[in-house]
């Protein structure tokens, strides 16, 4: 029996479009996820600046290491103390880093204290970036 047999064939149409990401706007054109974002040219810079100071070796609380080269696979990996992934590719609302940027961690069930440290907080645009990145798959890039 194929995969999407038992759910009509509206259904599974359907499915089929979501699993692949070409349901999108009103018209059915794909879902527009703007220009790719790099993670080593976009992305790592930021978290250089802002994260690797405390995030260097994983040993720190959190267990997170975001130096280049060993982010993706870091961000990747179940989350300490909180029920969420750090980045689920492709749902940046599963992602702990988001929430973790917004300040809405503790809505989510984790923990401590919105990142970065220190009250600042990210730019809507930084965010809008990290949040695009993992609506893109989070690629190694």
């Excluded at 040219?41 to 060993?70: D, I, R």
């Excluded at 961690?105 to 970036?129: R, T, Y």
């Amino acid at each position: 029996m194929k995969p999407y047999a038992v759910l009509g064939p509206l259904a599974a149409a359907l499915a089929v479009l979501v699993s692949v990401g070409l349901a999108g706007g009103d018209e059915g054109e794909p879902a527009d996820l703007g220009e790719p974002v790099s993670l080593s040219a976009q992305v790592q810079p930021f978290l250089n600046f802002q994260c690797v100071a405390c995030h260097l070796t994983g040993a720190e609380s959190g267990g997170l290491n975001l130096e280049p080269g060993k982010t993706r696979d870091e961000l990747l990996q179940d989350s300490e103390g909180a029920p969420l992934p750090r980045v689920t590719p492709g749902d940046p609302e599963a992602s702990y880093l988001v929430h973790k940027l917004r300040g809405t961690h503790l809505e989510v069930g984790g923990s401590g204290s919105q990142m970065p440290q220190g009250g600042v907080g990210v730019s809507q645009d930084l965010l809008a970036l990290v949040e695009r990145w993992i609506l893109q798959g989070a690629p190694d890039n």
